[in-house]
């Protein structure tokens, strides 16, 4: 069955290279278009990987590219020998541009029917996500999957199928190619993080301070990481804007800043471990060195001094 998705630039090309055939000739022709570089495959019925559904494509038309600039050419040529008067060679290129004008018909709808994916299915059945973790470890990319989201220090990928995109970092992903993707992520981590630790630091201390008046604590006592969440996202939809995978990387980066005072009240952030680091109420994240980090509670300290 052929894809579902089709590219609309492609039908377009198709219907061009019909339109420059009957143009010169006629009907298209079909013709050997192995002359192009371009071989007609036989697929088997198995699922594609995008990558390699896309690298295929891209030789395709390649091949395609080859047969436009030939027609390019021949079109030229007749255009020459109609200005002169040359009537012999007007109509040797007219005959031979039908023929190339042909082929190339039939090599764009050749690349159409040979692009055999239905996207939105490999975005949706967790197919893409697994080859694009392949990809990463190939690349020596670290990359994990924690509930529907990837982690790729220091970035966050969320596959959409409905829109056969990504969302990396908030931002929509239009190119999904797996390889294109990794090399963005390694990118953004050789940038490193845009990350403001004393603004999140703040926000964070204020949300403790929340959670301990409403389980009843001392001051300085621990809480869970995941109460200081849920008063963070209490307002409706806040949780769907700020996940927790976002709020785990970000407590990761702020761990790694080595900034733990909130501003000039001196109190000093401490980070609790718990047996919960096996169990539910973990927070986890990927690290710089591509571990996993976990964490489970803070508790906010005033200052001794």
């Not at 894809?3 to 009957?22: M, P, S, Y």
């Not at 278009?33 to 594609?48: I, M, N, P, W």
Request: aromatic share 6%; glycine share 10%; hydrophobic share 45%.
């Amino acid at each position: 069955m052929v894809g579902r998705a089709r590219i609309a630039a492609t039908e377009q090309v198709v219907r061009v290279a019909d339109e420059l055939g009957r143009l010169v000739r006629g009907e298209p022709v079909a013709a050997a278009v192995a002359r192009y570089g371009y071989r007609v495959e036989q697929h088997e019925d198995s699922v594609t990987g995008l990558e390699s559904a896309l690298a295929g494509a891209e030789d395709e038309l390649d091949a395609a590219g080859r047969a436009v600039a030939a027609l390019a050419r021949e079109l030229k040529r007749s255009r020459a020998a109609a200005a002169s008067g040359q009537i012999r060679d007007l109509r040797r290129g007219l005959a031979a541009a039908a023929v190339q004008a042909g082929e190339l018909g039939e090599l764009v709808r050749a690349v159409g029917a040979g692009y055999d994916v239905d996207e939105a299915e490999l975005l949706a059945s967790g197919a893409y996500a697994k080859e694009l973790l392949a990809a990463a470890a190939a690349a020596g990319v670290a990359m994990f999957e924690d509930d529907d989201r990837l982690l790729c220090y220091p970035s966050i990928v969320r596959v959409l199928p409905s829109d056969l995109a990504l969302e990396i970092d908030r931002r929509r992903a239009r190119g999904i190619r797996p390889s294109v993707v990794v090399e963005q992520l390694r990118r953004a981590q050789q940038a490193g993080p845009r990350f403001k630790a004393a603004p999140f630091l703040s926000s964070l201390a204020g949300a403790y301070d929340l959670v301990v008046v409403q389980q009843g604590k001392v001051a300085g006592a621990v809480v869970r990481l995941l109460d200081v969440y849920g008063v963070l996202t209490l307002l409706p939809g806040q949780s769907r804007d700020y996940s927790k995978a976002e709020f785990a990387r970000d407590l990761y980066l702020l761990d790694q800043s080595g900034q733990n005072v909130v501003g000039s009240s001196g109190r000093r952030l401490r980070w609790a471990a718990s047996s919960g680091t096996r169990g539910s109420g973990v927070l986890t994240t990927v690290a710089r060195s591509g571990q996993q980090q976990r964490y489970w509670g803070i508790a906010f300290e005033e200052s001794t001094t």
